[in-house]
């Protein structure tokens, strides 16, 4: 059964705490991508990478870290610097080359108090 | 930055009847893809156009895209009860990247 699994789907932190978001494909995917979702608006984009050991921030990368160690997975790190972290996080892959559609996971919900 | 802004931003219709929903964006784009988000899930990818098409047919769904206004637009035809969701359109600019817009939350009541 292919596909993205985000773990857990319920995430409860102390502020203050770094913690760990998993993202894991079986997809055979080179790109893969986390993305950061608040009530009613749309999705932005945290990092990406196109290839293992290579990663590039994206339009909020601040706060955030990723590794890209294997292929499969796309770990993000929610910091303690980050100003406002509880959001709901979504993980997502692509194939890469001419193929351009992006396959989601089920999501995070991250809630820090 | 989001590039793709979606209109309206909700819309509640009748079971069986349409639905249709807007996209608009600044820059040129490679291609301009419709995604759909059920409350608190992941999104699931409906269809894509490439930037020289003019029209593309998905069963129920057919969407367009007139680059000279930077524009797309997304019919649901016959709309059910399970086509109740967001819908995002997204640019892909081919750089790897999609930016998203803030989606439009469709109703369908029964």
């Known amino acids: 059964d292919g596909g993205i699994t985000q773990s857990p789907k319920y995430l409860f932190r102390k502020e203050g705490q770094n913690v760990t978001l998993s993202c894991e494909q079986n997809?055979?995917?080179?790109?893969m991508y986390w993305y950061r979702q608040d009530p009613g608006q749309g999705l932005r984009l945290i990092y990406y990478?196109?290839?293992?050991?290579?990663?590039q921030k994206g339009d909020i990368a601040e706060g955030y870290s990723v590794s890209r160690e294997k292929k499969e997975s796309f770990p993000l790190t929610v910091t303690s610097a980050q100003k406002n972290p509880t959001a709901f996080y979504l993980c997502?892959?692509?194939?890469?080359?001419?193929?351009?559609?992006?396959?989601f996971g089920p999501g995070t919900r991250l809630t820090v108090t | 930055s989001q590039q793709g802004e979606e209109d309206p931003q909700a819309l509640s219709i009748q079971e069986g009847e349409n639905a249709t929903m807007n996209c608009s964006y600044k820059?040129?784009?490679?291609?301009l893809q419709w995604y759909r988000q059920n409350s608190g899930r992941g999104l699931v990818h409906l269809i894509l156009?490439?930037?020289?098409?003019r029209e593309k047919h998905s069963g129920r769904l057919r969407i367009t895209l007139d680059t000279s206004k930077k524009s797309s637009s997304l019919l649901i035809t016959a709309s059910r009860a399970a086509d109740t969701a967001s819908y995002f359109c997204?640019?892909?600019?081919?750089?790897?990247?999609?930016?998203f817009g803030a989606g439009t939350t469709v109703t369908v009541r029964a």
């Open positions: 997502a892959s692509r194939r890469g080359g001419q193929s351009y559609e992006q396959y």
């Open positions: 997204a640019t892909d600019l081919n750089d790897y990247k999609l930016s």
């Open positions: 156009i490439r930037s020289n098409e």
């Open positions: 820059t040129s784009i490679n291609n």
């Open positions: 990478s196109q290839i293992v050991n290579d990663f």
């Open positions: 997809l055979n995917h080179d790109a």
